[in-house]
């Protein structure tokens, strides 16, 4: 995934908001993903934006996007511990999706 | 439902052996990837799979093959295991592009491979 650039790690307290920033390289790409991955466990969609679209909500969770400056983040309010997990932003391009490293994300009670 | 179930979970192999890593996955989807998970460098695809009978190079094929049984099966091999194929593997699944339902990757729980 050396296309997509993410932060490796954030910690933030219960009850916070957590900002997780994604960078990519490929103004092809149609959509834009989140996957979070449990200890343990596979990958599993948790959002995602179309490249026309600027923002999507989807009741915690924000997606905003630039696709001047290839930048998407991921805001989740009030960060509860359940949200502790490894966090990929994801593009696609044609047959392939490209992963970002993985955002570990810690939430202190 | 099971969606993709890879096996094994976990494997131990010493240098030089060889195994074959197992994906099967029952949404009748088209493509199938294989994926390699380590620390700090996300996942890197090794090979996919757009559709029953096709197989094609991903960013990190080198020590591996691969083989698309029939629609549901796509199994990863290691013909001479290396220390430097220590990882996690990911099998994943999607169906056909153009809506974004079917172009959401659905993946297995993991085989967490050492070598040693």
């Known amino acids: 995934g050396e296309d997509v650039e993410q932060s490796l790690f954030l910690s933030v307290r219960e009850g916070d908001s957590s900002v997780i920033n994604c960078t990519y390289t490929d103004s092809s790409s149609t959509y834009l993903y989140w996957y979070k991955q449990e200890p343990g466990a596979g990958l599993q969609l948790l959002t995602y934006i179309f490249s026309n679209m600027d923002m999507k909500q989807d009741q915690r969770l924000t997606v905003l996007l630039n696709k001047k400056d290839k930048h998407l983040s991921l805001r989740i309010a009030d960060t509860q511990t359940g949200d502790s997990a490894i966090y990929f932003c994801?593009?696609?391009?044609?047959?392939?999706?490209?992963f970002g490293a993985g955002t570990r994300l810690t939430v202190k009670p | 439902n099971a969606g993709v179930t890879q096996t094994p979970k976990f494997q131990v192999l010493k240098t030089g052996q060889s195994m074959t890593l197992q994906c099967a996955q029952d949404?009748?989807?088209?493509?199938m990837y294989w994926y390699r998970q380590d620390p700090g460098m996300g996942l890197r695809l090794i090979y996919y799979?757009?559709?029953?009978?096709?197989?094609d190079k991903g960013e990190v094929p080198n020590g591996y093959n691969v083989s698309r049984l029939n629609k549901r099966e796509f199994s990863l091999r290691l013909e001479s295991a290396a220390p430097s194929q220590t990882s996690v593997y990911f099998c994943?699944?999607?169906?056909?592009?153009?809506?974004?339902?079917?172009?959401?990757?659905?993946f297995g729980q993991g085989t967490r491979l050492t070598v040693v």
């Open positions: 994943a699944s999607s169906g056909h592009r153009g809506h974004i339902e079917d172009t959401e990757a659905f």
């Open positions: 799979s757009a559709s029953e009978g096709t197989t």
């Open positions: 949404m009748n989807h088209n493509s």
């Open positions: 994801a593009e696609s391009i044609n047959n392939d999706m490209r």
